[in-house]
């Protein structure tokens, strides 16, 4: 394997583009974050209200 100069691999291009992969990465991440806060607002109007199911 060659060592490449200094000035070389400034001139390297490619792996900084938005893939669908990256998208779809942050989309279930909100979607994650999304249900948290969903399901933590349930929980809290439901303890308020007292309305919780006994276990």
Do not use: H, P, W
């Amino acid at each position: 394997m060659q060592k490449l100069s200094e000035s070389e691999m400034k001139c390297i291009e490619g792996g900084t583009g938005v893939t669908a992969t990256m998208l779809n990465a942050v989309y279930k991440l909100i979607d994650v974050i999304y249900n948290i806060g969903d399901s933590l607002g349930s929980f809290i109007r439901r303890k308020a209200e007292g309305q919780m199911c006994d276990l």
